[in-house]
Structure formats: structure tokens, C-alpha cells
């Protein structure tokens, strides 16, 4: 019996310990300011000390916070917290300072790193692969995010080994192949990120503000992260998340438990999840939501977005199927085929536009009826929101017991919005996607009008652009990224969302088709005299010469002038012969 009283301990110890180990939350953060190759960054050893503080707000159960790491010890750092995360449920990993990618891989940068040549990235940094393979131990949740998409001097002075070596402008898309495995970046793919003005950077103030949130899952914190750097960044930097996780809430923090209070509905988990999957966008995750929730009301407004997107898939189909058509079309044409071919073709081409046409038709209705089905929701639920607190106040006017009763936000309804600041809402976002360069405050004129009228070329939309609306907003706010294309002046090309010059090697020059060419020396260029210079020139070769000539002498006298006879010449007497009448004068000599 004693034998048995001391296993069972044992076993309720072991069970205990094996609990607590289950839910261990880990955090590695790492911040890198003190390069030594290149100019200090200001705020990443800061970004750091703010970001591990949060975490032991959060109650983590262990954090290690390392500065200023050189590579040996950034691999010891990692190698460390790979061992400890194997009896842990949530790994997250934080790193703030320079990043690069080469060849699609990235990699973070020591703060002893030279990088004076492409080849030396892989010696001289940390692959992101080993901070991947770090967290891969954790049982319910890994997560990176990386603080390192600032514009990076090591690219500018590196030498290129291999010319056609690719090191680009921020980090590289990443798509984790462990389950449960999210990567988030400041700033999406090819493109980098700002320190700001302050001590801490967009992306780690906003990290600090949201992902702390009792009960918050990480997707829509994320979410909220992204939202907060675009404004504070004047939607200049736009933050990414790479990876996915399954369809149930993952909380950074786990909710609060409530003592008291009215119990949340059990629609409260639908709306979250169809929310979630609205966000989301794709086909995969609306059935996701669909196979958890078949029936009710949000169920039928996912099929409504899964007829929405079936429609714009088979428009997409058909816009191809039209494309490919008309190059069959050409290529006969081009070939002279027989005119039967040529008409084959033509009438396959034509048949292809009309079901192009008819699929956009019937993904514009599949979009208005899922759009009308997104007001009815708002309305009913703003309804739900109204009756909720109405019977809060009837509740609390018949009991002296205070009750604080939140209403969900999501059931809150919006705030209506005045026509100026739907103006400049509609603006910001034009500008976010890259259809408008300036703003115009407030003032829907004859420029922003233009830009949307971008928008619906590169976006395949019809909106009314003679007004902002509120359907004009919500369709641009549903384009991730750039719509228009940044178009640049002579001698500059397209990097990101900006312009850059285009620098030639020396020798060579930029063409009309902002090529690089080598530059033609140039050939003398023979040019027509001008018309003064020519008449001189005439009027000195028909000037009569000092020479005496025979032919062309004059012999003039007191009688006049007349020709010098034939075998005559004309002369000067002798000026020594003073009494002679000639004396000083020209004669006529003839011989």
C-alpha cells in the first residue's frame, strides 16, 4: 500500500511538471546596433530592451535579451535557445538590426560582419534557416519576427563575384515548411523599413501595443500592427506575415478569466472566426470555416465569398482562355494559313471574349450580392449591439449592482464619416496602392479623380470616380499592395516604390530605352562656311595682282588709259634723270 501511495505522488508529480513544462512560453531577443563596418543604428539595441520587456509583462516564463552579438555569438545564442525550446509550447524569436538576401535566402548580420564581397555573407552572417530551425522544437506555436528590412550599406559597397548574383532590397518572401509557423517581417518582401524619429521604431512601439492583448490572436494583433505602422509611416511601410496557423484563436496572451458579468454569446466564436476568415480572403480559408460551421447565418455569407471568389477565378480563366485565342489568332495570320483555319480561329477567339465577358459579368454580380450581404450583416449586428446594451441599461436601472458591460467592437456600429474625411481616407489609400503621388486636402478634384481612375484600370473595378465613397474605400483597402505601377523619369528605373538613377560603368551611357550602351566617340562634322567668310574669299581671288602682266597691263596719261600694246611693258622712268618731263612717271616700253 505504501509502495502504491508513493507511485501515485510520483506519477501526480510527474503529471504536474509535465503541465507546467506544457505551457512554457519562450522568447529570444536579439538587437544589433554597434556595427563596426558600417554606421550604428540608433534604435535597434533599444527596440530590443522595449520588446523583452513586454514579453515579461506577458508572463513569459523565460526571455533572454542579447545586445550587439557578434556571429559566434549569435549561433551560441541560437544553438541555446533551440535546446531550451524543445520543452516549450510557444517560441517566439526576435531580431532587430541588418538583414540581406542573396539569391532568395536571407540572413541577419553580426555586428562584427564585413561583407566585402557577395561570397562572404555566407561566412560572415546567420541564415534565417537557423533561427527557424530554433523554434521548430515548440509544440504549439512558433513565431520570428524580424525588425531588419532597413536599407542596408553592406549591399552598396559589396563586390560582386558572380555579376548575375542577386542581393536584394530588403529581405526575401519566406514560406516556413513546419505547421504552425509565423514570420513577420517590417516591411513586406523587397522592400525596407524605417527607424523613425523616436527611440524605437514603428514596427516595435506598435509589436509592444498590440501583441500583449489579453486573449488577442496573434493573426488580427498582426493585423493591427500592420494598420498602426502604415499610419504612423504615412503608408510608406507596410508590415508582412508569412506562414499560417490553424483555424483556432492562438493568443500571444491568453485571455483573462471573468469572475463576473454576462456570459459571451456562443456567436461571439463564429463572428470572430468568419471575421478572421474575411480578413484572410482565400478559398481555403472560408472552407476551413465552413467545415467548422455549415449552418446559420455566417455560414451563408461564406458561400456568398465563396461564390465570390469561384467567379473571379473563372474570369481570371477566361480572360487566359480569350489571351491565348487571340495569339492563335495572330500566329495563323502571321503564318498565312488557309482562310478555313483563319476563320476557325477567329470564331474560337470571338467565343472566347464572349465567355471573358460574361464571366466579368458574373463576378460583378457575385461581388454585389457579397457586398449587400456584408451590409445586412453590419446592420444586424449593429442591431444585436443596440438591443445588447438597451436591456444592459434596463438591467442596471432595476439593481443596485453595478455591472461594466463592453459591447464587442466588431458589433459596434462605424461612425459615420463627414464628407471631407471620406475624402482624404479615400486619398490615403490611393495613395497607399501607388495611384496618387500628392494629396490634395480634402479636395476630390480633377487629380484624384484620375488616380481612381487608375485604380479601376489595374484593378479591374468600375467605381464612380467623379466622388469619393465609402465603396471606393473598402475596394481599395482589399489591395494589399501596389496597383499602379510606379512609372519613372529618363535615366531612372523602378526599385521597390521608388525611382533610382541609373549608374552605367565608365564608357558607357543611358540610351532612350534606359539601357546601358557604350557611348560613340565622336566624328568631326564638316560644316558650310558662312556666307561673309565665302564673299571674302571670291573677293580676294579676283582681286588684280601687283604683279605686272603682260595681257591685262593698263598705260594711262595725260590722254586717258588704253591697253599695253602687244611685246610692251609698262615701267617706271628713271627718277635720276631730273630733266626729263618723264622723270618720276610710268612709260610704255616696247621692244
Known sequence: ??????????????????????????????????????????????????????????????????????????????????????????????????????????????????????????DETVALDRALFAVEP??????????????????????????????GRG???????????MIAFAAKAGSTASDGDSKNSPFAAALVERLPTPGLDLRKALGFVRDDVL??????????????????????????PTATGPQASPEDAVRRNYELALQLGTRDGWTAFLSRYADGFYADLAKGQLNKIAAEEARAAAVEKARQAEDEKARLASDRAKKTEQDKAA?????????????????????AKAAAAEQRRKEIEAAVAKALADKQAAEKSTTD????????????????????????????????????????????????????????????????????????????????????????????RADGDACVKIACRAGYRVNDDNE???????????TREEPRKREERRQVGTAPSNKPQASSQLFCNSAGCRPVGKGCRVEAAPVSDQTSPMAGRTREVCN
Open 138 to 167: 515548440a509544440k504549439q506555436l512558433r513565431l520570428i519576427i524580424l525588425d531588419a528590412c532597413r536599407d542596408n550599406p553592406f549591399a552598396k559597397t559589396m563586390k560582386r563575384t558572380v555579376a548575375a548574383r542577386a542581393i
Open 516 to 526: 546601358c550602351e557604350k557611348a560613340q566617340d565622336k566624328k568631326p562634322v564638316v
Open 347 to 367: 470564331a474560337a477567339a470571338k467565343a472566347a471574349e464572349d465567355a471573358r465577358l460574361a464571366a466579368e459579368k458574373a463576378k460583378q454580380v457575385e461581388e
Open 171 to 181: 529581405l526575401a518572401k519566406v514560406e516556413p515548411a513546419s505547421p504552425n509557423t
Open 401 to 492: 449592482q453595478k455591472i461594466v458591460a463592453l459591447p464587442s467592437p466588431a458589433l459596434s456600429p462605424e461612425p459615420a464619416q463627414s464628407p471631407q474625411q471620406l475624402t482624404r481616407a479615400v486619398q490615403a489609400e490611393l495613395r497607399r496602392v501607388g495611384c496618387l503621388a500628392n494629396a490634395e486636402e480634402g479636395d476630390w478634384g480633377a487629380k484624384s479623380q484620375r488616380s481612381l481612375t487608375q485604380f479601376n484600370k489595374y484593378a479591374g473595378t468600375k467605381l464612380n470616380t467623379t466622388l469619393a465613397s465609402t465603396d471606393a474605400l473598402d475596394a481599395i483597402k482589399a489591395k494589399s499592395g501596389r496597383v499602379c505601377p510606379l512609372v519613372c523619369d529618363h535615366g531612372f
Open 231 to 256: 499610419k504612423n509611416t504615412s503608408y510608406k511601410q507596410e508590415p508582412y506575415v508569412y506562414g499560417s496557423l490553424g483555424g483556432d484563436d492562438m493568443p500571444l496572451v491568453a485571455a483573462k
Open 1 to 122: 500500500m505504501g509502495a502504491f501511495r508513493w507511485f501515485s505522488l510520483i506519477v501526480s508529480i510527474w503529471l504536474m511538471c509535465g503541465s507546467a513544462h506544457a505551457e512554457r512560453r519562450m522568447a529570444l531577443v536579439m538587437g544589433n546596433s554597434a556595427y563596426k563596418s558600417v554606421p550604428k543604428l540608433s534604435n535597434p539595441a533599444s527596440d530590443a530592451a522595449l520588446v523583452g520587456g513586454m514579453f515579461k509583462k506577458a508572463g513569459f516564463d523565460w526571455i533572454d535579451i542579447k545586445t550587439d552579438l557578434n556571429a559566434s555569438e549569435m549561433r551560441k545564442a541560437l544553438r541555446d535557445f533551440g535546446q531550451r525550446a524543445r520543452d516549450a509550447e510557444v517560441a517566439v524569436i526576435y531580431y532587430a538590426g541588418h538583414g540581406i538576401e542573396l539569391d532568395g535566402t536571407n540572413y541577419l548580420i553580426p555586428t562584427d560582419a564585413a561583407l566585402e564581397t557577395d561570397s562572404d555573407v555566407l
